[in-house]
Nanobody, 130 residues
């Protein structure tokens, strides 16, 4: 069975940092992209960042570019999301998900829409507040 386990959320003051972790099992990591998504109260789920496991290519939403960094350790089937300079508007439940990379797409492709991701982990709450 495919499983994704997200962790690392918490309460942090504005300007602070958190490192979110996503551990996957039951699928071939190299064939997939791992994405981070978030859902804030009253808002739709939005894509935050993704990494293509095969070559490490990344994509970031404009709202987090320059503040968040995604990385992967394929040997450990783990993807990390380092979140820095957090803002109150980053408050949300964060989810990691796995989507099979379309073979006809290059590494720079966006690939950050929830509908392309088949497997989802449980969320981890990030709250940014003073």
């Amino acid at each position: 069975d495919v499983q994704l386990q997200a962790s690392g959320g918490g309460l942090v003051q504005p300007g602070g940092s958190l490192r979110l972790s996503c551990v996957g099992s039951g699928f071939t990591f190299d064939d997939y992209a791992i994405g981070w998504f978030r859902r804030a109260p009253g808002k739709e789920r939005e894509g935050v960042s993704r990494i293509r496991s095969k070559d490490g290519s990344t994509y970031y939403a404009d709202s987090v570019k320059g503040r968040f960094t995604i990385s992967s350790d394929n040997a450990k089937s783990t993807v990390l999301l380092q979140t820095n300079s957090l803002k109150p508007e980053d408050t949300a439940v964060y989810f990691c998900a796995a989507g099979r990379w379309p073979s006809y797409r290059g590494s720079s492709y966006y690939f950050l829409h929830p509908r392309w991701y088949s497997y989802w982990g449980q969320g981890t709450q990030v709250t940014v507040s003073s």
